[in-house]
């Protein structure tokens, strides 16, 4: 179906089942739905794509973005419509998937977005900016971490639940930059008040208070 949408052509199920069956370029994927493709054939296939007319190439991005967003791949979708041209949905896409990748601890994946996306243009997307602001926030451009998060923190009409969630990133990126002190100034005034209105906001509450007790 995907090679379909891209394509236009209505025979793609026969074309894949006879490349799967003729030739080493294709083969079933462990779960039976996917098709993988041998990396060297990937490598020049993706040679002669990048040598098609830009628009070409756009369109055939897009084409593929619309239709894993519409299966849920949201991820893939987002990478797809950057390639297009179309950065407000690429930025639509890429909210709805990397915060749930950040809660499943894969913080490196997300940070392979920090360079991709358009920063200046994220607009009110909370849930990007966070999870954008813990990559960040863990790696050597923590300093970073405090201007992605700051819209967040900078509106008293935000959900208080983003703002502490921000007021942890920006304390995190402090810690990393050992600037400890900082870290406890920032973190006090808010912890005073709340400890996570989450499980994963409570337990990196709670790795904030080891370290200050620590530090102090």
Not at 5 to 33: F, H, K, M, N, Q
């Amino acid at each position: 179906d995907l090679c379909r949408a891209v394509t236009g052509r209505e025979d793609s199920p026969a074309i894949l089942e006879r490349l799967c069956e003729l030739t080493p370029i294709l083969t079933d994927a462990v779960d039976g739905s996917w098709l993988r493709i041998h990396a060297l054939a990937r490598e020049f296939l993706g040679e002669l794509f990048e040598g098609l007319p830009e628009a070409d190439r756009r369109r055939y991005y897009g084409a593929a973005a619309s239709w894993l967003a519409s299966h849920g791949f949201h991820e893939e979708a987002a990478r797809r419509a950057l390639s297009s041209g179309q950065d407000q949905l690429a930025l639509d896409l890429a909210e709805r998937s990397l915060y749930d990748i950040y809660l499943t601890g894969q913080v490196s994946r997300i940070a392979q977005w920090l360079d991709r996306l358009p920063i200046d243009e994220l607009g009110q997307r909370p849930r990007l900016r966070i999870a954008l602001g813990w990559a960040l926030a863990k790696n050597d451009r923590n300093a970073d971490a405090a201007r992605i998060v700051a819209p967040i923190l900078d509106d008293l009409t935000a959900d208080t639940s983003d703002r502490f969630e921000s007021i942890q990133i920006v304390t995190t990126a402090a810690l990393y930059m050992d600037k400890l002190d900082q870290a406890l100034a920032l973190f006090t005034p808010w912890r005073a008040q709340v400890s996570g209105f989450n499980p994963i906001q409570k337990q990196v509450t709670a790795n904030l208070d080891a370290l200050l007790a620590l530090h102090q």
